[in-house]
C-alpha cells in the first residue's frame, strides 16, 4: 500500500513539473512549501488575467497566482512573501483603473481574493453579514434580501469586491445619508503585510482597522468584513429632472442632502447627479428614460454654456406605503427649481436599481466596448469653489464630446470617519466629480489622457483643492501632497504594519526594496 501511494505521489509531482516546463515558468521558491489548501498556478492564461485591470493603461505580470481557500492561506502567502522581500497584491474583480492591483516587480505574487474564506454569513438578529473579501456586492445583496435585509451604503457597480471597495471608500447616491461603505463595517479580519492574521474593530487593534478602512491596501489585505444591515424595501422609484443652470442645481443638490436626518419620508434616498455636454449622452446613456420619438435637445432647453445638469434622485418604498409615496414625492419636488417639463420618472424592484449599471455593462460587452481602456479621473471638489470648477472644466476643457459620463454629486464630511486612511477636502460638504470615460482608439485614448492632464492643471493653477478618489500619482512627493496632515499618521502605519512594504505596490506610494534585509524592528 505505501509503495502504490508512493507511486502516485511520484505521479503526481511529475505532472506537476510538466506543466511547469510546459507553461515554461518556475514556481517561485518561497512559497513551495507554504501549505496551501487552496492552490498555486503559474499556467500562462491566469497570469495573463492577473496581469491588466479594468482601466486597460497599465500592464505588470506576475510571477505566479495564488487562489486561497482561507484566510489562513493569504497569511501563509503573506508570512513567507514578508520573509523573502516578495511583491504581494490582492486582486478582487481587477477594476482598478491605473494599475493599483498589479504587480509591477520581476517578482511578486497576486492573490485572487475570488471564492473562498466561508463566503456570506447573514446574521439577521444582530443585522450584520460576515463577507469573505474577495466577494461581490452583487452576491452579498442576494444572500441578504432572502432575510429581507441590506447594507445601508453602495456603491452604482455592484460587481465589485467587498474588500476592494473597503480599501477604497465605496461611494455611491446613499452617501449623503449613510456615509461612504467604510462607515457601515462592524470588524475585520486582516492579513498585515507581516503575515499576521488580526481581527480588529473600534473598540479591538483599533489602529489597523482604521488604516485599513480606505488604506488603498497598504496595510493589510481584507479577508473578512463585517458589515451593517438594515431593512430592505421592496421597490424604488427613480426619478431624474434637468437643470439648464448651475447654481440651481448645486443649491437644490445641497439641500437635499442637508435632510440626511430627516425621517425617510421627509427625504429621497439616493441623491447623484450627471453633467451633459453631448446631446449623445443623454439620450443614449440608460435610455430607458428617454424617449427616442422625442429626444432631448440641449440648445432647446436654453443650456447654460451648452451644457445641461440632470439630478437622479430616488424613494424607496414598500406595498403598505405605496399609496403614500407619491404625495410624498411631489412634496419635495415643489421644493426644488429644475425645468418644469424634464421629470423622468422609472419604478422598479430595489435589486434592479442597486444593479442598474450591470445592464450597460452587458450591452457594452455584446458589443466590444466594454474591454477598452478607462481613462477616468474622480475628483473630490470643494463646494466653495464647485462653481468654479464648473465653468473652467465643464463649460471650457471639455468641449462637446466626453466620451462617457460625467457624474457630480455632494457629500456630507460629517459622515466620514476622520480617523480612517481616507483624504477630503476641509470643507462641510464637497463634491464628486468623476469623468467615467472610454477609449476606443488611441487617439482617443491620448486625447483624454491629456484632458485629465488640463483638468488637473486647472485645479492646481486656480487653487481649488481637489482630492483625487481612487487616486493615482507616480512619485512619493505627489502622495505626501494628497495625503497633506495625514501623511505622518500613513507613513508610520505603513511602518507598523507593512515595514518591508511589500503590499499593493502598484499603488507607487511607498518604493519597493527587494533586497532590503530584515531588522529587529522588522520581525516584531
Not at 511547469?20 to 512559497?31: D, K, N, Q, S, W
Not at 478607462?374 to 472644466?393: A, M
Request: hydrophobic share 40%; net charge negative.
Amino acid at each position: 500500500m505505501a509503495v502504490n501511494n508512493y507511486n502516485k505521489l511520484l505521479l503526481i509531482t511529475f505532472a506537476i513539473c510538466r506543466l511547469i516546463v510546459t507553461v515554461g515558468l518556475t514556481v517561485l521558491p518561497e512559497l513551495l512549501d507554504v501549505g496551501l489548501e487552496g492552490r498555486l498556478s503559474v499556467d500562462t492564461w491566469e497570469l495573463e488575467a492577473a496581469s491588466v485591470d479594468f482601466g486597460r493603461l497599465s500592464r505588470g505580470v506576475p510571477s505566479e497566482v495564488v487562489h486561497p481557500a482561507t484566510a489562513q492561506d493569504v497569511a501563509r502567502v503573506v508570512k513567507a512573501a514578508f520573509e523573502s522581500a516578495l511583491a504581494v497584491s490582492a486582486r478582487g474583480h481587477g477594476h482598478s483603473i491605473n494599475g493599483q492591483a498589479l504587480i509591477r516587480e520581476k517578482k511578486g505574487v497576486v492573490i485572487e481574493m475570488g471564492k473562498g474564506g466561508g463566503g456570506v454569513r447573514v446574521c439577521e438578529k444582530g443585522m450584520y453579514v460576515d463577507v469573505w473579501g474577495g466577494e461581490l456586492w452583487i452576491e452579498v445583496l442576494s444572500a441578504t434580501l432572502e432575510y429581507g435585509l441590506a447594507p445601508m451604503s453602495w456603491t452604482d457597480y455592484l460587481y465589485l469586491s467587498v474588500g476592494g471597495t473597503l480599501s477604497n471608500a465605496g461611494i455611491s447616491g446613499q452617501t449623503f445619508n449613510h456615509g461612504p461603505q467604510i462607515t457601515n463595517v462592524y470588524e475585520l479580519d486582516v492579513v498585515t503585510g507581516k503575515g499576521e492574521l488580526v481581527t480588529c474593530s473600534e473598540d479591538r487593534n483599533s489602529e489597523l482597522f482604521h488604516a485599513v478602512l480606505g488604506g488603498l491596501g497598504q496595510f493589510g489585505i481584507i479577508t473578512r468584513a463585517r458589515i451593517a444591515l438594515e431593512p430592505a424595501p421592496r421597490r424604488v422609484r427613480w426619478i431624474r429632472v434637468l437643470y439648464s443652470n448651475f447654481g440651481r442645481f448645486c443649491e437644490d443638490q445641497e439641500y437635499l442632502i442637508s435632510l440626511h436626518g430627516k425621517p425617510g419620508r421627509e427625504r429621497f434616498d439616493y441623491v447623484e447627479g450627471f453633467v451633459i455636454v453631448d446631446e449623445g449622452l443623454i439620450n443614449n446613456w440608460r435610455s430607458s428614460f428617454f424617449s427616442p420619438s422625442n429626444p432631448v435637445n440641449i440648445t432647446s432647453l436654453n443650456a447654460d454654456g451648452g451644457v445641461l445638469y440632470c439630478l437622479e434622485i430616488t424613494k424607496n418604498y414598500d406595498q403598505e406605503n405605496a399609496d403614500s409615496v407619491d404625495e410624498e414625492i411631489q412634496g419635495l419636488l415643489k421644493k426644488l427649481h429644475f425645468i418644469s417639463t424634464s421629470v423622468f420618472t422609472s419604478d422598479l424592484p430595489y435589486v434592479d436599481f442597486l444593479d442598474r449599471v450591470h445592464k450597460a455593462e452587458l450591452k457594452l460587452r455584446s458589443k466590444g466596448l466594454w474591454d477598452v481602456p478607462h481613462p477616468w479621473l474622480n475628483l473630490f471638489v470643494p463646494k466653495s469653489r464647485i462653481k468654479d470648477f464648473d465653468k473652467g472644466v465643464f463649460k471650457g476643457i471639455l468641449g462637446n464630446k466626453t466620451s462617457g459620463p460625467i457624474l457630480i454629486y455632494p457629500m456630507n464630511k460629517s459622515k466620514w470617519d476622520p480617523r480612517s486612511s481616507v483624504v477630503t477636502p476641509e470643507e462641510d460638504v464637497f463634491y464628486l466629480v468623476a469623468f467615467l470615460r472610454s477609449a476606443l482608439d488611441t487617439e482617443t485614448l491620448e486625447y483624454l489622457t491629456n484632458q485629465n492632464r488640463q483638468i488637473l492643471r486647472f485645479c492646481h493653477g486656480s487653487e481649488i483643492k481637489v482630492k483625487q478618489y481612487l487616486p493615482h500619482y507616480t512619485t512619493q512627493q505627489e502622495w505626501m501632497d494628497h495625503f497633506g496632515d495625514k501623511w505622518t499618521q500613513f507613513n508610520a502605519r505603513k511602518m507598523q504594519f507593512d515595514p518591508r512594504r511589500i503590499l499593493a505596490t502598484g499603488q507607487q506610494i511607498f518604493q519597493f526594496h527587494p533586497s532590503s534585509a530584515l531588522t529587529k524592528e522588522d520581525d516584531m
